[in-house]
Each structure stands twice: as C-alpha cells, then as structure tokens.
C-alpha cells in the first residue's frame, strides 16, 4: 500500500488532489493511504520516514513547502517530494531538495495522472531496496545498502549504517527475514553483517567498515561461503 502524504493549506485543493489520488489507484489497481496537513509545520513537527510520497504546496503561513521540504529531506533521503505551486518559478529552488515533478495551479487530471504515474514507476523500481523501523525514536526508513551491520545488545537490536545508528526491539531473526539472503550473512549469533561492505577477513575476524567483528566456529563456513558466492 502506497502512503501518502498532501501538506496543502487550500481545502479545496486538498480535496482535489485527493479525488485525483483516488481516481487512479482505482483505474491503476493501487491502494493508498492518504494523510492531510495543513501546513508546513503540521508534518515537519514530528515527521517520521513513513511516506512513499508527499505533495507540498509552496505557499503556506506558518513555514512554507520548500522550507518543509529541506527539513524532511534531511530526515529522510528517500521520500518522493512533489510540488504543488501556483507560481513555476519555485521550481529552480526545488531541484535542491530533489523534488521529482511540480504540479502548476489549476492542476488537471490528465498532468496529474502522468506525473503520479512517474512517482510510482520510481518507487517501484526501488521497492525492496529499503527498510521501514520502528525505532525508539519512531519509524525510519533505511535504506538497506547504508546497513552496514547489526548488532544484537541485550533484548535490543542496533542497526549500524553509513548515517549513524537506529535501536529497535525486534529479534535478529526477524531482521534477518526481512533483508536479501544474499546480501546478508551472520558471522556469529551477535553480527548480521552486510557482506557489501566487507573489507577483508583476518583470522578470525571480519573487517567492516572500521571495526572488526569476531566469525565464530560455528558460522564460519557458512559465513565463508555466503561471502565467496556474494562476490563470485
């Protein structure tokens, strides 16, 4: 299911876009969950990484798409941006946050169809390339070649990454079912480790990124051979 999100202060055209959200997932056999805001700040107070796609409207009162749209961005690097504006000459600034399309006020169904249709086609050829996690924070979504290792501490499971480090209450079994066979691999009952990012194996150990972790007897065949065919 698609989730979506319209931070419009307009009503009616809030109201508009949601008919054109509705009409094509009806036409296209898609689902959606579409949540409303009414300003910049409403989604930017507590935003978490849970969106495939937002359309923001650029004139807003309280803190305006483009400001909301650099804040999200620095919390999350995969979420569609669309700009809904009255005014085409906002759509030079939109480039620096990657925004995919801009809507022009009065907006028709037939453009609204075509670049809705472009968002979906970009987030289905990077579906399965992410992570939804319910952190002690809230809900992020990571992007699974920043995974770099998971480490089990405890009852608690810490997911290392290029960008810092997420904590989640989930098992490491369930991690695992959830990420590429073939990407991943324990090297012990403790590290799930990202094979991508293996530097070398020495002795009993497995270099990734600055640390090394220890391959345990058990796993150390298997751990082995999953790395071998990785690369092959």
Do not use: W
Not at 148 to 161: A, C, G
């Amino acid at each position: 299911m698609l989730r979506i999100a319209v931070v419009e202060d307009d009503k009616s055209c809030s109201e508009l876009l949601k008919g054109y959200i509705e009409r094509y997932c009806k036409e296209n056999a898609e689902e959606a969950r579409v949540s409303f805001f009414g300003d910049g700040i409403d989604i930017a107070s507590d935003y978490t990484a849970q969106y495939d796609i937002i359309f923001l409207d650029i004139v807003m009162r309280h803190m305006d798409g483009l400001k909301t749209a650099e804040y999200i961005r620095k919390k999350d690097k995969n979420v569609i941006l669309a700009f809904v504006t009255s005014d085409a000459r906002f759509a030079i600034k939109g480039y620096a946050v990657e925004a995919l399309c801009f809507l022009i006020k009065p907006v028709s169904y037939s453009v609204f169809s075509k670049e809705f249709g472009r968002c979906l086609d970009k987030i289905k050829s990077g579906r399965g390339k992410h992570i939804v996690l319910n952190t002690e924070n809230g809900m992020d979504r990571v992007a699974v070649d920043q995974i770099v290792y998971i480490e089990s501490q405890n009852h608690k499971m810490i997911i290392n990454t290029t960008e810092g480090s997420h904590c989640v209450y989930e098992t490491m079994r369930s991690l695992e079912e959830r990420l590429p066979k073939k990407q991943f691999a324990r090297c012990n009952n403790c590290y799930l480790v990202n094979l991508d990012h293996v530097r070398g194996v020495h002795g009993e150990f497995v270099v990734i990124a600055s640390r090394e972790l220890k391959i345990s007897r058990s796993r150390r065949k298997g751990f082995l051979q999953n790395l071998e065919l990785f690369f092959s």
